[in-house]
């Protein structure tokens, strides 16, 4: 049945942004505003609001401090996040495997 | 880079309704509204929405019919839908492998 393949589809990954934020912050344990933008590609807004919404599910934490004088952003993703997000994929691998 | 993973990643299949829409449509020539509903568990609106939007971007065709007194709308891939949703699942195919 179609429904269990999406049982452990996640909506809060629905979205290419998402999808994207989750993936390098999967790799890469600590990653800057900037950074995360550039290899997005999105605007400051775009990522603003998606990563709020992770950070708000406990998906992702986000840290604030000054280097310098130049206040610094950084994101990293959260044991929940990661946990959740491989789920995620694996929902996503059974949808392909069906498709197949 | 993770913008070349997101390529042929298409946001009209971004939504799980959409995914199991289309999912269930790859692998039936014709699947009529309330079996979709029944496979999707998903609400009349929910599915005349998502349906409304895939068949505006002329990825699948929505029949309307009698049979007998009663009504009957069935749902089919059309060629182009069922190509953008290949190419979305190879985006998705190519996410997974980044992500292990």
Chains 1, 2 share one sequence.
Do not use: C, W
């Amino acid at each position: 049945m179609v429904v269990n393949l999406f049982q452990n589809f996640n909506k809060a990954f629905e979205s290419k942004v998402r999808l994207g934020i989750m993936s390098i912050l999967m790799v890469n344990d600590n990653v800057d505003f900037s950074t995360l933008k550039d290899l997005l590609q999105v605007t400051d807004g775009n990522l603003a609001s998606h990563s709020k919404a992770l950070e708000e599910l406990n998906y992702i934490k986000i840290s604030k401090q000054f280097i310098g004088k130049k206040p610094n952003t950084t994101y990293e993703a959260t044991e929940i996040g990661k946990k959740a997000f491989a789920d995620h994929l694996n929902s996503l691998e059974l949808l392909l495997k069906s498709n197949k």
